[in-house]
């Protein structure tokens, strides 16, 4: 999320939001109360393959536009019966939303009329009845499930079909898009579109392999069909630098709303929100870019970020339930996204409509694809490399200081698939080792002395195996039967992003405290929030002990000025060897500091700014990196900076300056977060 933290849920209800009904939606739907009584699932095989093929041949719809769509939706995997951040359920995310899942909304009002009446809300309810079962049945069995899905595409094929199911494959184009729920007709495009590329190209997973048929093709012109809406058009939106917006790839379809830029105190010009103008890549570099999520409503996030007092935005919000992509602030501008100025000077910022830890865990296939798209652009573009050390989440983000690591948000939490979503990238996360051996000028492969494991792993566990509960609190309604609504508690097990850090390798040794969540030294937990003992996958740490059992491996890294464990099991191994650069404190020093921000020394300021935005590096004082440990750099030293900008119109003296110092800085993967350090304090290697 962006630095603020905002009440309120969404569902899948683009047509919903573009009517205008602002109202959040519980994202932990609960299950419907309209059941159809007694109502019986029909048998079914067992298994992905033999579902789908079930499910083609009861309704007509083709096998690979089947698993293509389903694909798109979640990626084929049902999260055990677990809602979607878009409030959708199964294989093929059919939605449950009625008037009493809606926060705050009155029962008896229009607005709760027109939710019992849109049919795109409740796709599971109208689901089950095309095929005799009840809501619960098919929003938690994945083969009841399919069979639904596929039961409501074919209702609609024969709706825009004069009552017929279309023949060929690629006549079930306008269906497809129809299923998406998109509420205009670019987005619908864009989704269809993806599931038919999929048809042609095929793809495949441990569980399911879709072979491609590339001689399918669809007519787009039947989309005229769904009679939806055309977006807006945005007349002569262009940056500063006469950039035209929104920023894109051409195949994504984006909207722009530009992010407030206007006073909250008329006296005082720099009383201003959302965001600082200023001209990067020319005078401030791009260097990241920053994964959030929303913690509440995509239509919402837009809205708010038009609102100058909330003082926060973020460059880009993508929609969960079909991956539309909206644009609020120009990328040569510095959203006010992740607390750090020192990172967001120097980052484009992505946020997602979902939550980091609600119940409705897990971001959408067409969230995943639609930010790889965004992420490469934007990479080539800007000249980022596609790797974790340079794209990152909220939570890997320092505070600013000593008293804002507690405050800091920690999204998009611990159920977004990193492995997946770099894989879509083209960057996948893979082991690698380094070209010289442990001694100087031979080759690993031959030095007697080689430890195929590596001197620096990358975490990796197998996401969808790695099944961990973890306590939280939701905001709104908890997914379990009877349970009360805010609850905190133990969320069901779940597919995670990260290992548990111990003191010790052993499973039962206390879990790794974190200084400023437990400054009375106290134990870590297995809450959510709790990051300091969590390392997440994608990040690389430099090896400090091993202990090799019949279980598997228990790695000690060097985290946070300690050591710390995890356990790699030898069938969910999940330290993998890597290769990076590294620092060390220089001989002859105890321990070096670290800092939360990389500033220029006071020296760089010039008078005007000096005398009323002075800042210089801030010391985190609960950490530093004692003599002999090492940690991984996220890329070469960098010049302290800071992006000074006074007043909304520039007219401050030195104005919307780039304030550059001598002094070097390293970001370092330090613990669950990055971190500075003086480059004169380290020296530097390649392991």
């Known amino acids: 999320m962006s630095h ?3 009440p309120g849920i969404s569902r899948r ?28 699932a029909p048998p079914h095989p067992v298994g992905l393959p033999a579902s789908f093929a079930a499910a083609s041949q009861e309704t ?17 995997d049902g999260h055990g019966g677990a809602p979607s951040t878009t409030g959708g359920y199964g294989i093929m995310q059919l939605t449950d939303i009625s008037p009493a899942t809606i926060d705050g909304l009155d029962p008896s009002s229009a607005k709760a009329a027109s939710v019992e009446a849109d049919p795109t809300l409740s796709t599971a309810r109208t689901a089950a009845k095309l095929i005799g079962s009840d809501t619960r049945t098919v929003e938690n069995d994945d083969a009841t499930n399919i069979h639904a899905g596929a039961a409501l595409l074919a209702s609609y094929a024969k709706n825009l079909n004069g009552g017929k199911l279309p023949t060929a494959a690629g006549d079930w184009y306008s269906a497809v898009a129809k299923y998406s729920a998109s509420a205009d007709a670019a987005t619908a495009k864009q989704f269809a579109d993806r599931v038919f590329t999929t048809v042609r190209t095929g793809t495949a997973t441990p569980a399911l392999t879709l072979s491609g048929d590339p001689a399918v093709t669809v007519n787009a012109a039947s989309l005229s069909a769904l009679h939806l809406a055309a977006p807006a058009p945005v007349k002569n939106a262009k940056s500063a630098d006469g950039t035209p917006l929104p920023e894109c790839p051409s195949d994504l379809d984006c909207n722009y709303v530009p992010a407030a830029l206007a006073l909250n105190n008329p006296s005082d010009l720099s009383s201003y929100g959302n965001y600082d103008p200023a001209n990067r890549p020319a005078q401030s570099q791009i260097r990241y870019i920053a994964i959030h999520d929303t913690e509440g409503s ?27 992509v909206t644009q609020t602030v120009p990328t040569q501008d510095i959203a006010w996204d992740s607390g750090n100025w020192s990172i967001y000077q120097h980052s484009v910022s992505i946020e997602h409509e979902g939550w980091a830890i ?98 620096v792993v990358v975490v990796k566990p197998d996401y969808k195996g790695n099944l961990q509960a973890v306590y939280g609190c939701t905001v709104a309604n908890d997914p379990t039967p009877g349970a009360v609504p805010g609850q905190c508690g133990e969320q069901p097990a779940q ?19 974190e200084p400023y969540l437990h400054p009375d030294g106290s134990a870590g937990t297995d809450a959510a929030d709790d990051w300091g003992d969590k390392a997440v996958t994608g990040e690389k740490f430099v090896v400090a002990d091993r202990k090799i059992d019949a279980d598997g491996v228990w790695t000690g890294i060097w985290y946070g000025g300690r050591e710390a464990w995890f356990q790699s099991t030898w069938s969910d191994f999940s330290a993998w060897p890597s290769t990076a650069t ?9 321990s070096i500091p670290v800092y939360a921000t990389a500033a220029p020394e006071a020296s760089a300021y ?33 010049h302290g900076e800071y992006w000074y900008a006074r007043n909304i119109d520039g007219s401050a003296p030195d104005d919307r300056t780039e304030v550059v110092g001598t002094t070097m800085f390293y970001l370092v993967q330090y613990n669950h977060r990055f971190v500075w350090v003086n480059a004169a304090d380290v020296d530097v290697s390649q392991r």
């Open 298 to 324: 995509y239509a919402g996030s837009i809205a708010e970020f038009q609102n100058p007092a909330v003082y926060a935005s973020a460059h880009y919000i993508i929609r969960s339930s079909d991956g539309q």
């Open 60 to 76: 007509g719809v083709p096998l690979n536009v089947l698993e293509a769509l389903a694909y798109q939706e979640s990626a084929w």
């Open 4 to 6: 603020r933290f905002k």
């Open 606 to 638: 010039p008078p005007p700014i000096a005398a009323v935005d002075l800042r210089t590096p801030k010391l985190l004082t609960k950490y530093s990196i004692p003599a002999g440990q090492s940690y991984v750099t996220s890329g070469p030293a960098v």
């Open 358 to 455: 609600h119940g409705a865990s897990w971001y959408t296939e067409s969230e995943y694809e639609t930010t790889a798209d965004l992420v490469r652009y934007l990479a080539a573009r800007y000249n980022i490399p596609l790797d974790r050390q340079h794209i990152f989440g909220h939570d890997e983000i320092p505070g600013s200081n000593d008293a804002n690591q507690t405050s800091q948000h920690w999204d998009p939490g611990p159920y977004w698939d990193w492995s997946h979503f770099m894989d879509l990238l083209g960057a996948p996360i893979v082991p690698s080792f380094s070209a010289d051996g442990n001694a100087a000028g031979t080759p690993k492969l031959a030095d007697p002395a080689f430890n195929p494991l590596g001197s």
């Open 495 to 513: 597919a995670t992003n990260f290992v548990a850090l111990r003191t010790a390798p052993d499973p039962t040794a206390p879990l790794l405290s």
């Open 582 to 590: 590294v620092v060390t404190p220089k001989a002859g020093l105890t």
């Open 13 to 40: 209800a683009a047509g919903l939001w573009a009517a205008g009904c602002a109202v959040a939606l519980a994202a932990t739907a609960v299950v419907s109360t309209a059941q159809e009584a007694g109502a019986a």
